[in-house]
């Protein structure tokens, strides 16, 4: 009896789990300010404009929109080494900051949507996850 039940809640739990529903675009962009003003809005600023040749933009930045994947996996496993952005070189370190997928994902739901940036899809904790390290090279 015992072992039925905990057969039972854990397979309750399990589809639970796979059925939760994904947050819309507009609650993880939300979700994704929050944590903006958290954890990055100290060096890429309020307005997103980061600070020249210290922090780079993430408004209008070519960098950010050229590889969505690379861009996730900079916030996912941090970055260091030179970048160019907007034709500007930036040669700091950002570090790992702890998120989880789905912080990441909202964080970046945010960011592609903030200070005049525009991006149709909606990034997912199942996109962070398949994310590799090795889009930083």
């Known amino acids: 009896m015992k072992i039925s039940l905990f057969f ?19 609650e993880s962009i ?26 780079p933009p993430l408004k209008a930045s070519d960098y950010l929109f050229e590889d969505i994947d690379r861009s996730i996996a900079g916030i996912k496993y ?16 950002m570090a790992n900051q702890g998120l989880d997928n789905e912080e990441i994902a909202d964080v970046m739901n945010y960011i592609l949507n903030q200070w005049g940036n525009h991006y149709d899809d909606q990034i997912t904790s199942q996109r962070v996850t398949n994310t590799s390290e090795l889009k930083l090279e």
């Open 8 to 26: 039972y809640v854990l397979g309750l739990s399990t589809l639970t789990v796979i059925i939760k529903p994904q947050k819309s675009k507009a």
């Open 30 to 55: 939300s979700a994704g300010e929050e944590i903006y003003n958290d954890f990055c809005v100290q060096c890429h600023l309020s307005s997103g404009e980061g600070v020249s040749g210290v922090f």
């Open 78 to 93: 941090g970055l260091k080494g030179p970048i160019s952005v907007n034709d500007e070189i930036y040669e700091g370190v």
